[in-house]
């Protein structure tokens, strides 16, 4: 490595709802502007956890153009001259897209429109979805992997999303893995701050009733009702409430069981919340039973925090979640298992102690932003070293 102080301009595009994969390309975009890089983000929308923009950071908002003749606004040709345009004028060689499809496609689609003095180092980031559902549809998989073949450099946020993507695209490209990460110092458990609750949860909070926590975006793939299924169990044992954080197309059934299973006036369903921490300060345990997971940032977050996690023993959430040392791992759909292990945590402080204890310590030591975010400075300048030398 030549200089690893180097400072860089970084152009940085990605989802900017609330999301695993926006939430970490902003909290990259954050890190290397505090470690004195320029960092440029071109969006949609203000990145929810940009609106405060931090010093360094600079927001490039595309405007959608609707015009009746065009059925589809051609919103991501917009994105990619508005990239163009960015890249020309503060002098762009790194562009670290989050998400292949649109996002990567359309960082490529500008590059290859720039001339050469200006013709950056893509940087794709692949997340998880965009390879087990958006990139595996038959119509987008040939342009999932033009886009991978055609990036300067590939990461994967789990060893196990890495091997995904080699099975089902057969690149001829090195995939780099690269975990997530999270900004620990925002994470330590103090009391938490009443005023910082939304004031719809404190009717639930009751004394001795114990807080489980569920957040996601409500996909077929995060299995909402077996939360509901679970929580209903627990129910049957200890006084508990439930708070369901983001939305999405199964909120809907989510609450059909429910309503069945006689719980629903325990659950707050909060909707989207983008102070993710200060719930967690009141959460006793979080339940994130998913098909699979490329990753968990949700699982992330609240290890981080020590508030034990019962998950599903699938895709790369084992990578983060070590079972019965930082959390509880059962098989997908196993209600009966994560029911009595969650009883079991709720129960028993020693337990409860143990595995907090012990998922702090392993989010600071392998996935803060300390451990993480120079891996990617590292691979930015190899990047530019072996295609701009
Ligand atoms: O989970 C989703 O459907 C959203 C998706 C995203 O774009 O944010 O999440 C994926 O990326 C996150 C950040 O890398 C990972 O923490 C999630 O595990 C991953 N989701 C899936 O693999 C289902």
Redesign the pocket.
């Known amino acids: 490595m030549k200089n690893k102080r180097q400072k860089l301009k970084i152009g940085i595009s990605c ?1 900017a709802s609330l ?6 390309a902003t909290e990259l975009g954050i890190a290397l502007a505090k470690r004195g890089h320029e960092v440029h983000f071109v969006t949609h929308q203000l990145p929810y956890r940009l609106r405060n923009v931090p010093e360094g950071i600079y927001c490039h908002v595309v405007e959608p153009i609707n015009y009746p003749v065009l059925a589809e606004s051609p919103y991501f040709l917009a994105v990619a001259s508005r990239i163009c345009e960015v890249v020309e004028e503060h002098n762009i060689r790194i562009w670290h897209a989050h ?1 292949a499809i649109p996002h990567a496609m359309i960082a490529l689609l500008a590059k290859n429109i720039l001339p050469t003095k200006h013709k950056f180092c893509l940087i794709t980031t692949l ?4 390879i ?1 559902i958006v990139g595996a549809d038959p119509s987008l998989y040939r342009i999932t992997r033009y886009t991978m073949e055609q990036s300067c450099a590939i990461t994967a ?1 789990s060893d196990w ?1 890495k091997e995904q993507t080699i099975k089902e695209f057969e690149l001829t490209k090195p995939i780099c893995r690269i975990y ?1 990460f999270i900004d620990t110092s925002k994470y330590s458990r103090n009391s938490p701050d009443i005023k910082k609750i939304p004031t719809s949860i404190l009717p639930y909070l009751k004394k001795d009733a114990k807080v489980i926590m569920h957040t ?2 409500f ?1 077929a ?2 299995r909402v009702t077996d939360v509901i299924r679970v929580f209903a169990k627990i129910l049957e044992k200890i006084d508990a409430i439930l708070i369901m954080v983001g939305e999405g197309p199964e909120k809907a059934s989510s609450v059909s069981v429910a309503r069945q299973l006689k719980v629903l006036d325990k659950i707050k369903y909060l909707g989207n919340y983008p102070n993710i921490e200060e719930l967690l300060r009141i959460a006793d345990l979080v339940i994130q039973p ?1 098909e ?6 949700s699982a992330l977050e609240a290890m981080a925090m020590g508030v034990p996690v019962i998950g599903t023993k699938s ?3 084992t990578e983060v979640v070590i079972d019965n040392l930082t959390g509880i791992l059962c098989e997908v759909g196993d209600i009966e298992s994560m029911a009595s292990h969650a009883i079991e945590i709720l129960t028993n402080t020693r337990l409860m102690r143990k595995l907090s204890k012990n998922a702090i310590k392993h989010v600071k030591e392998n996935f803060s932003s300390e451990k993480i975010v120079p891996l990617y400075e590292n691979l930015y300048l190899e990047t530019l070293d072996k295609f701009h030398s």
């Open positions: 989802h999301g695993g994969s926006g939430i970490v998400y997340h998880g979805t965009d087990t946020v999303l997530n996601s975006n996909r793939v995060k998913s699979y997971e490329s990753f968990s940032m895709g790369g959430i």
